[in-house]
């Protein structure tokens, strides 16, 4: 059983930068793919970014490329999201996940969840 738990949300301007981070525990961590995820009011959750076991291969949503970049500190047992340039658009909660790999993970094939954490972003 793996316990995943994100902070780092909350209230920024357009334009403003944020980084989220994700804190895992209970699971070998360096074994396993990480992502983030968002879910806006009314839509469905949809991928982000994810990042494979060792840190070596990345993928992002399009929306995000050039703006977001997702990191990972195995001694740590954590997951990052540097999200730059925010727009209105992003505001959502932003949960991380875990996965077997990241081809998964961009189709939502998820293992575990966290509980969340809200971004707002203002105009």
């Known amino acids: 059983q793996v316990s995943l738990v994100e902070s780092g949300g909350g209230l920024v301007q357009a334009g403003g930068s944020l980084r989220l981070v994700c804190a895992a525990s209970?699971?070998?961590?360096?074994?396993?793919?990480m992502g983030w995820f968002r879910q806006a009011p009314g839509q469905e959750r949809e991928f982000v970014a994810a990042?494979?076991?060792?840190?070596?291969?990345?993928v992002n949503t399009d929306s995000v490329k050039g703006r977001f970049t997702i990191s990972r500190g195995n001694a740590k047992n954590q997951v990052y999201l540097q999200m730059n340039s925010l727009k209105p658009e992003d505001t959502a909660v932003y949960y991380c996940g875990t996965g077997g790999n990241t081809a998964a993970m961009k189709l939502n094939v998820v293992g575990s969840w966290g509980q969340g954490t809200q971004v707002t972003v203002s105009s």
């Open positions: 209970g699971r070998p961590f360096s074994s396993s793919a």
């Open positions: 990042i494979s076991a060792g840190g070596s291969v990345t």
